[in-house]
């Protein structure tokens, strides 16, 4: 997903190394491993930082996956493939095509399936002994709190902001180690947060960082800037790893660091978190919601007059055979999603060019708009949203947002066009 531009101002710098020790081990040691767990993780065994104690810790603890998207499926398998005793995941969404480049817990069989139950009957597949229980739905303010309760720690691979911020406040709350990671093309950033660790050890949350989410659409999601498959396995094995050390107590853990990486410049740096002393701790969740999938946050929506997938389809069917006016489609996405599907006919602005095609009576806009009235568009309502405004803004009368973006004109109107 779609990361933040730049960590909050004073809360990170460089350093030059490890100067702060690992941390004791999360999960007291489980029941004498059997002989079949002896094969199946003699290599785990050989390891003096996990061997034959840390094992146990494995099998003995819980984790609380959210997301089986492009992060949790890698975190999910090597979870699994670990020897974690007990995984809650929680997602709402289904499989579809384009998930199977990046979502490798899925496959072809399992489109349309919930992800939550294609996960599970992938990983009693890998490993019968983990207990898996699935979750079809949604996080909110309501039942995180109970969903989280019993679980040693929390894998945060969501991939919108509402649910991150939330899924921190409710570990904050809660004083439950969380496991963050996010994904945007070829970048990515890996933090552990913890707001009431063991001592020495300082308390860090996503807050510390990020004290807020940006701004509604200011951010694109993977499903509108894209990403490359490798890095959601690059960072979810990273993920779990994260989990490994925190429950067996191996190596350092990235508490207080947040590692920075660029797999198409193939460069990795690690930065220093430090907590936010003016910073007022979370206490209580606000209303609202979040959601475990692939998506935009529903934090900030604009609010401008709007029109129906099926509304559009009727006005542009009517306006041919009466002479009427018909709307005129502007696509403000980037160049890769129109070049996957487009609504026929429309113009094309990018976003970051609406302002100025704007202030041009000359350019595209201008010239579409003397046409007819406007109906901008894009992936699923919220980058129309904030264009149709900066029109309206500009002097642009009667402009319109596509509700739902040309998804709901795919499901709606026009299923022949791919989704993405």
Not at 49 to 62: H, W, Y
Request: aromatic letters at 4%; a negative charge; hydrophobic letters at 40%.
């Amino acid at each position: 997903m779609a990361v933040p531009r730049r960590p909050a101002d004073g809360g990170v710098s460089r350093v030059g190394g490890a100067t702060d020790s690992g941390l004791p081990p999360l999960v007291d040691p489980g029941p004498e491993l059997t002989s079949d767990d002896r094969g199946r993780y003699s290599r785990h065994l050989l390891l003096g930082a996990i061997g034959d104690e840390g094992q146990r810790r494995l099998r003995a603890a819980s984790v609380f996956v959210v997301g089986a998207g492009g992060l949790g499926s890698p975190v999910l398998l090597y979870l699994a493939a670990a020897g974690v005793g007990r995984i809650t995941v929680i997602d709402d969404d289904e499989v579809d095509l384009g998930n199977l480049h990046r979502q490798v817990i899925h496959s072809v069989p399992a489109i349309g399936r919930p992800k939550v139950y294609s996960a599970r009957d992938r990983l009693v597949e890998l490993a019968p002994g983990v207990g898996v229980t699935p979750v079809h739905g949604r996080l909110d303010a309501l039942n995180i709190g109970a969903l989280i309760e019993g679980h040693h720690l929390v894998v945060d691979g969501s991939d919108n902001f509402a649910t991150r911020y939330l899924v921190s406040d409710a570990c904050e709350i809660a004083g439950i180690p969380v496991i963050w990671g996010t994904i945007d093309r070829f970048r990515a950033q890996l933090a552990v947060f913890w707001s009431r660790p063991p001592a020495p050890a300082a308390a860090v949350t996503l807050r510390d960082l990020y004290p807020a989410p940006p701004p509604a659409g200011s951010v694109p999601s993977c499903a509108e800037a894209g990403v490359v498959g490798a890095l959601c396995g690059t960072v979810g094995s990273m993920m779990a790893m994260e989990a490994v050390k925190l429950i067996t107590g191996a190596g350092r853990p990235l508490l207080g660091r947040l590692v920075l990486m660029d797999l198409l410049e193939s460069t990795h740096r690690t930065v220093t978190i430090r907590p936010d002393p003016s910073r007022r701790p979370v206490t209580e969740l606000p209303d609202g919601a979040g959601g475990a999938s692939c998506g935009v946050s529903d934090l900030g929506r604009i609010d401008v007059p709007t029109v129906s997938a099926a509304g559009l389809a009727e006005e542009l069917a009517q306006a041919g055979p009466s002479g009427g006016v018909a709307p005129v489609l502007v696509d403000v996405r980037g160049a890769g999603e129109r070049s996957i599907a487009t609504i026929e006919p429309s113009v094309w602005v990018p976003l970051d060019s609406v302002a100025e095609d704007a202030s041009d009576p000359t350019g595209v806009l201008g010239r579409a708009a003397a046409r007819g009235p406007l109906v901008v568009y894009c992936k699923s309502g919220s980058r129309s949203a904030r264009a149709a405004a900066t029109l309206s803004d500009a002097g642009f009368a009667g402009v319109r947002s596509l509700e739902g973006g040309i998804e709901a004109w795919t499901r709606d109107v026009d299923p022949s066009l791919p989704g993405y």
